[in-house]
């Protein structure tokens, strides 16, 4: 049983920057592979990045590429989303997301999830 909490969102101008953190409780968060998801109000739960229970190999979202790096710290039990160059189309609830084995885009495929935060990006 994995329980995520995540943290770090709020509002801000497009352009800026925000990081988010998942705190993970277990003491198997590092056997896992973690993932970020977002849901804009109306729309489907899309996925924005992954990362290897070891950190060596991650996936991004065409979208997000180039301005968003996915992080983990398995000692602190603790993946990071850091978000550049923010856009008002990045404006949603943002979950982190825990499966074990391979990366996935799907969110079907993930077992444990956050109750997500609020990243709302002003134009």
């Known amino acids: 049983q994995v329980q995520l909490v995540e943290s770090g969102g709020g509002l801000v101008q497009a352009g800026g920057s925000m990081r988010l953190s998942c705190a993970a409780s277990g003491r198997t968060f590092s056997t896992y592979t973690m993932g970020w998801f977002r849901q804009a109000p109306g729309k489907e739960r899309d996925f924005v990045a992954a990362?290897?229970?070891?950190?060596?190999?991650?996936d991004y979202a065409d979208s997000v590429k180039g301005r968003f790096t996915i992080s983990r710290d398995n000692a602190k039990n603790t993946v990071y989303l850091q978000m550049n160059s923010l856009k008002p189309e990045d404006t949603a609830v943002y979950s982190c997301?825990?499966?074990?084995?391979?990366?996935?885009?799907?969110?079907?495929?993930?077992?444990?999830w956050g109750q997500g935060t609020q990243v709302t990006v002003s134009s």
């Open positions: 990362i290897s229970w070891g950190g060596t190999t991650i």
């Open positions: 997301a825990a499966k074990l084995g391979r990366r996935s885009v799907v969110a079907g495929h993930y077992d444990y």
